[in-house]
C-alpha cells in the first residue's frame, strides 16, 4: 500500500526567507508525485509533479521540488517566500502503473499548513 | 482547454434532507472522476470514483452515494443528510493514465443544520 507522511502541520517562516516543506512517500515501483495549494474555501491547486528525469522540478510561483530515491522524500522548496504563499500543502504519490480496473488513486498527505510572516 | 465546474459553492440544508451535487468538466473525453470531502480544512477523504459511465467505486460505507449519468457528469447525492455529511466537497477529475494529476473544481461547503 501507498503512503504519504507530512511531518509538520505548520511550517511558520518569515518573508524573504526560503522554504521547505517535507514529504516523505512509499509506493511499489516507481511514483507520479505531485505538490498542491489549497487557500481557504478553494479547490487544490497544482504547483508541480515529478514522474522522470531531473531530480529537481520547477513548479508554479516560484516553487521546486526535489525528488530523492533513497530517502524516498520530496521536499518543497522555495528560495525566498512571501506572505501570499501562505496556505495549506498536499503532497500527493501515486504508482505509475493502474491498479486492477484501470483507476489511479493517488494517496494525499494531510497537510502542512504554510504561515509567511510579514 | 480542460475545465471543471462545481456548484453550488455553498449550501446549508436541514438534516434529514437530500442532497444533490454536480460537477461537470469540459474540454476531455472519457475521464476519471473523484469526489473528495475535507474535512476542518485538512486531509482529502475520497468518498467516490469513476472510470467510466455507470461505474462507480465507493471507499468508505456511508451516507452518501455518486452518480456518473454522462461521460463528464459526476453527481453526489443523499437521501437524508446527517449532520456528519457536513464538510467541503470536491470534485476532481484525472486522465486515464494520471500522468498530469488532479484538477479539482472549486468545492462546495455543505452545512447541515
Known amino acids: 500500500a501507498q503512503s504519504v507522511a507530512q511531518p509538520e502541520d505548520q511550517v511558520n517562516v518569515a518573508e524573504g526567507n526560503p522554504l521547505t516543506v517535507k514529504c516523505t512517500y512509499s509506493?511499489?515501483?516507481?511514483?507520479?508525485l505531485f505538490w498542491y495549494v489549497q487557500y481557504p474555501n478553494r479547490g487544490l491547486q497544482f504547483l508541480l509533479k515529478?514522474?522522470?528525469?531531473?531530480?529537481l522540478v520547477k513548479g508554479s510561483y516560484g516553487f521546486e521540488a526535489e525528488f530523492n530515491k533513497s530517502q524516498t522524500s520530496f521536499h518543497l522548496k522555495k528560495p525566498s517566500a512571501l506572505v501570499s504563499d501562505s496556505a495549506l500543502y498536499f503532497c500527493?504519490?501515486?504508482?505509475?502503473?493502474?491498479?486492477?480496473?484501470?483507476?489511479?488513486?493517488?494517496?494525499f498527505g494531510r497537510g502542512t499548513s504554510l504561515i509567511v510572516h510579514p | 482547454s480542460q475545465t471543471i465546474h462545481q456548484w453550488p459553492a455553498t449550501l446549508v440544508q436541514p438534516v434529514g434532507s437530500p442532497l444533490s451535487l454536480e460537477c461537470t468538466v469540459e474540454g476531455t473525453s472519457n475521464p476519471n472522476l473523484y469526489w473528495y470531502r475535507q474535512a476542518a480544512g485538512r486531509g482529502l477523504q475520497l468518498l467516490f470514483y469513476s472510470v467510466g459511465i455507470g461505474q462507480i467505486s465507493s471507499e468508505v460505507p456511508q451516507n452518501l452515494s455518486a452518480s456518473r449519468p454522462q461521460d463528464r457528469q459526476f453527481i453526489l447525492s443523499s437521501k437524508k443528510l446527517l449532520l456528519s455529511d457536513s464538510g467541503f466537497y470536491l470534485c476532481a477529475w484525472s486522465v486515464r493514465g494520471f500522468s498530469d494529476g488532479y484538477t479539482f473544481g472549486s468545492g462546495t461547503r455543505l452545512t447541515v443544520v
Open positions: 509506493v511499489s515501483g516507481n511514483p507520479y
Open positions: 500527493a504519490v501515486s504508482p505509475l502503473k493502474a491498479a486492477s480496473g484501470g483507476s489511479y488513486i493517488p494517496t
Open positions: 515529478y514522474i522522470t528525469g531531473d531530480n
